[in-house]
């Protein structure tokens, strides 16, 4: 299956998307502060299409502008091999990534959005976690902008695919935190929040609104 946003298609990775994938994936700034080596050529980046991101709910991270592929995006559950977070049955972890040119363009933060509307509307969960390594502060940005909050920190953590440790921090929101920001959002449009200003966020993000000397998401 496939998903949308307003300026993203967020949908299974083909072999067809190798060439693209090695593009943004060989860059060692993307790819080692998120604990996986660079990728080495476009046959790597297919072999990986082809036994990594066949995982259900993982999904290339598409411009509609473009059609290209351009990151990647997953829900991992409580039995996923990849999964960082110590989970229940009911909850699940969202993992992402994006080509260092889209950074700071708030498309990641437009993806995981619609991932958790779509882990707490279509798959019942209560719970989705995060987790970024010390010293990502981007993803770090991207959690908070979306509305997780910090749970925990685990040090010594083990990072597989670079065969090292790292001290990890675990973010969450829940289905209840989740509805409240979608009703600070309702009053914000409501009151006549500028649509265009709005849309410029990816939903939920704190906006201080000074008429009501409060921060609402938005």
Not at 49 to 62: C, D, G
Not at 85 to 100: F, K, P, R, S
Not at 188 to 214: E, H, T, W
Request: charged share 25%; with cysteine.
């Amino acid at each position: 299956m496939g998903l949308q946003t307003k300026r993203l298609l967020l949908r299974a990775w083909k072999e067809s998307d190798a060439e693209a994938l090695y593009k943004y994936a060989r860059n060692p700034n993307v790819g080692l502060i998120a604990g996986w080596p660079p990728h080495t050529s476009v046959e790597n980046s297919r072999e990986i299409i082809k036994v990594a991101f066949s995982a259900p709910e993982t999904y290339a991270v598409v411009l509609k502008e473009t059609g290209e592929a351009i990151g990647c995006v997953g829900i991992m559950a409580v039995r996923s091999e990849v999964k960082s977070a110590d989970m229940a049955d009911n909850e699940c972890e969202i993992g992402y990534w994006i080509g260092e040119p889209y950074w700071g363009q708030g498309l990641i933060p437009e993806a995981v959005n619609e991932l958790l509307r779509y882990a707490f509307e279509d798959l019942g969960k209560t719970t989705v976690w995060c987790g970024y390594y010390d010293g990502n502060e981007k993803s770090k940005r991207v959690q908070e902008k979306c509305g997780f909050v910090y749970s925990h920190t685990e040090g010594n953590k083990p990072v597989p695919m670079l065969n090292e440790v790292r001290t990890e921090h675990f973010t969450k929101i829940t289905l209840d935190d989740w509805k409240k920001q979608h009703r600070y959002f309702e009053i914000n449009y409501k009151r006549g929040y500028d649509k265009n200003k709005l849309n410029n966020y990816a939903f939920p993000c704190r906006i201080y609104d000074s008429r009501i000397r409060g921060n609402y998401y938005v």
